[in-house]
């Protein structure tokens, strides 16, 4: 059974950073590729970034580039987004996502929340002064 585990979120003043780890298990992480989500109130969950071992690549929304970097730890089958120069926009609840990577290869998909089969609870990132 796929299972998925968010946490290490938190509240973190503008300019802060935290980092999220995504603790995966029942599936093998060559075979499947991660994706970070984001949700506030009244909307859909937006994608932040995707790592797709298999194709050894890695997406970032544009919001988030230069600041966000998404990485895995394959011995541990965890999957991190660390987080810096936070700012209030940021605050959401994350969730992380998985499914097989070979439907991401063409890139069209990554941020598509209904292109991920499995997911974890989420954890509520606040950014705030």
């Known amino acids: 059974e796929v299972q998925l585990q968010a946490s290490g979120g938190g509240e973190v003043q503008p300019g802060g950073s935290l980092r999220l780890s995504c603790a995966a298990s029942?599936?093998?992480?060559?075979?499947?590729?991660v994706g970070w989500f984001r949700q506030v109130p009244g909307k859909d969950r937006a994608g932040v970034a995707h790592?797709?071992?298999?194709?050894?690549?890695?997406y970032y929304a544009d919001s988030v580039k230069g600041r966000f970097t998404i990485s895995e730890d394959n011995a541990l089958n965890t999957v991190y987004l660390q987080m810096n120069s936070l700012k209030p926009e940021d605050s959401a609840v994350y969730f992380c996502?998985?499914?097989?990577?070979?439907?991401?290869?063409?890139?069209?998909?990554?941020?598509?929340?209904?292109?991920?089969?499995?997911w974890g609870r989420g954890t509520q990132v606040t950014v705030s002064s």
């Open positions: 790592i797709n071992s298999r194709a050894g690549i890695t």
């Open positions: 996502a998985a499914d097989l990577a070979r439907k991401f290869d063409d890139g069209k998909k990554w941020r598509e929340y209904y292109a991920y089969h499995y």
């Open positions: 029942g599936f093998d992480s060559d075979d499947y590729a």
